[in-house]
């Protein structure tokens, strides 16, 4: 446990005493800013309408009309800013040659991974952190507050988060170029955006289906409308499971051949 | 202390160190010499349990790097060649998060810091960061990262390279003054410096063993001759054909008015050179014994290798 609580101190320091936390939180809560502030701003303006209608009025609310879409959108975001944290996190130590002393320390290969995708998951946790004066704002103009379904949102959101960090994470650990890592992360991550695509689920056919549960995208949905599925968490967990069990081969490996 | 046993390591299809033995007492400072290139840097990596061997096995305290690296790894400080550390961070809190992580006990740290702050004397950049110190500070804060948990091995590779002449004094000291205190394997291409730290070598050529003995015996034990260096006036060719004519006289290099005789390992042929120059009436102008340095020593072996692969 100390081994992994040290190594999760040394990644939160380096975060901090160079620019890469700042930078990515506040690009990040800039734009997410700007996403919230034109879903409210076309909210109020279609509420206003839809006053003469009463029947229509009684269909939309803040969770449709604002965090839905506004959540959503933030695939896209964390998709821009994951990646910059998880590429140096081995890629880094390769490069430098520190990995050579770390290799040599009495510390299990587990607790370096584990620390340094903690230390990581910090930094996208306190990201979304910034962003909660956002339903703050929104439930302290329409009154009516609804909690539930932002809180299950945002769970969703780190869950996929955290997997994007996985991922980025083994990734950093097959490369020992930062560059290189950076665009296969995207790469490999708009790729399981797009698995849902290929072959249109609601076609009918099983590989459609299975394509469409396999994309990291899709199982956001359930939580952004409120409901917090089992399928879904396991996915999320199953996958950064996978991910850095991956990762942990990958070192090994690596280390058989030198 | 430390056991090595048949130890190979192939990267791919290249073997860079080939079924190497040898064993290091406890306090022991074991020079590990070998022209660049000859294996040194991995089987330092094995014995540090940074890659595993491809064959053999390493004891380090009883304690297997294959079987249980945790408690192997324990056992030792390592400094590796130019080594890497986290240079956005200070002194102090680099020591002692590599304290902590080498499982130093929390109350321990703090004592442990200083004891190795004063003996790599780093007491004037703890507060700086490792990136910006020079490169013998550098290299002091690497000794320091390997002494912080007070291992009982060293494993120090090429300790001083890119040193000023100074640093490398120093260096030199600090390894001297842990003889018995700390067992320390050092790995170099310099060779003074293992005659002035090392009580025993172990020169590898080529992924291979070539000599392990004390640094006292090596130059005696594989030396099969003696040398014996003049300088004397006269013809040359004849010169060294009057040389050459003494029982137990081998090769007779010149150069220019010096002459480098080879005679047999057992014999002091001095008095009968000094004799038969002055005899034939040349002028003899200095004659005086060479035993072979650890440089020549090294060099025979390495190249007598080489010879035999290609023969």
């Known amino acids: 446990m100390r081994n992994i609580a040290e190594i999760y101190k040394r990644e939160i320091r380096f975060y901090f005493t160079t620019p890469i936390a700042y930078v990515v939180m506040i690009i990040f809560t800039a734009i997410f800013g700007f996403f919230f502030y034109r879903s409210l701003v076309y909210y109020s303006e279609l509420s206003y309408q839809l006053m003469q209608n009463p029947t229509y009025a009684q269909r939309i609310d803040l969770i449709m009309g604002v965090f839905s879409p506004v959540f959503r959108n933030n695939t896209i975001l964390f998709l821009l800013v994951i990646p910059p ?37 910090t930094i996208v946790a306190l990201m979304l952190i910034l962003t909660v004066p956002a339903p703050f704002m929104a439930f302290g103009f329409a009154g009516a507050a609804e909690w539930g379904p932002v809180l299950s949102g945002y769970l969703g959101l780190f869950l996929m988060g955290i997997s994007f960090l996985s991922l980025g994470v083994l990734i950093s650990a097959l490369s020992e170029n930062q560059i290189v890592a950076i665009i296969v992360s995207y790469g490999v991550l708009l790729a399981f955006w797009f698995l849902g ?62 | 202390m430390i056991k090595i046993e048949g130890v190979t390591k192939r990267y791919g299809q290249t073997v860079a160190v080939r079924n190497i033995s040898f ?13 660049n290139g000859a294996g040194k840097t991995t089987t330092m990596r094995v014995i540090t349990g940074y890659f595993p061997p491809t064959n053999g096995n390493v004891w380090v305290s009883g304690h297997s790097v294959l079987d249980e690296p945790i408690e192997a790894k324990r056992q030792i400080g390592y400094v590796p060649e130019n080594p890497a550390m986290y240079y956005e961070m200070k002194t102090t809190d ?21 004891h190795t702050v004063e003996r790599c004397a780093l007491k004037s950049v703890v507060n700086k960061r490792v990136g910006e110190l020079s490169r013998g500070f550098k290299q002091r804060v690497a000794l320091g990262q390997a002494l912080i948990n007070d291992p009982p091995v060293l494993v120090l590779d090429e300790p001083t390279t890119g040193l000023d002449p100074k640093q490398i004094y120093e260096i030199r000291q600090l390894i001297k003054s842990m003889a018995g205190e700390r067992t320390v394997i050092l790995s170099t291409h310099i060779l003074p410096e293992v005659s002035m730290t090392c009580s025993k070598v172990v020169i590898i050529n080529e992924g291979e063993i070539v000599a392990v003995d004390t640094t006292q015996n090596i130059g005696k034990s594989l030396v099969h001759s003696h040398q014996v260096e003049l300088v004397a006036k006269g013809p040359s060719r004849k010169i060294v054909e009057s040389i050459s004519a003494i029982d137990g006289v081998g090769r007779v290099d010149t150069d220019g008015d010096m002459y480098t005789v080879e005679t047999e390992k057992d014999k002091d042929l001095r008095s009968q050179i000094a004799k038969r120059i002055v005899e034939e009436g040349f002028e003899l102008l200095e004659l005086r014994s060479r035993s072979m340095s650890l440089e020549d020593v090294f060099l025979k072996l390495v190249t007598e290798e080489e010879g035999g692969e290609r023969a």
């Not at chain 1, 409901?227 to 879904?232: E, P």
């Open chain 2, 23 to 35: 064993d290091v007492e406890r306090g022991e400072i074991l020079g590990f010499l070998g022209p």
């Open chain 2, 94 to 114: 680099y020591l002692k998060y590599v304290g902590a992580i080498k499982g130093v006990p929390r109350a321990k740290i703090k004592e442990r810091l200083d």
């Open chain 1, 85 to 121: 944290i998880s590429m140096r996190l081995i890629a880094e130590e390769k490069k430098s040659g520190t990995i050579e002393l770390l290799f040599t320390y009495p510390i299990k290969d587990v607790h370096i991974v584990i620390g340094k995708w903690l230390a990581a998951s």
């Open chain 1, 197 to 258: 695509w290929i072959i249109e689920p609601s076609s009918g056919k099983p590989i459609g289906k299975v394509l469409g549960e396999l994309s990291i995208i899709g199982h956001l949905n359930n939580f952004v409308n409120g409901v917090i599925d089992t399928k879904d968490l396991v996915y999320y967990v199953l996958f950064i499971f996978v991910t850095l069990f991956l990762t942990l081969r990958v070192l090994e490996s690596k280390r058989w051949r030198g």
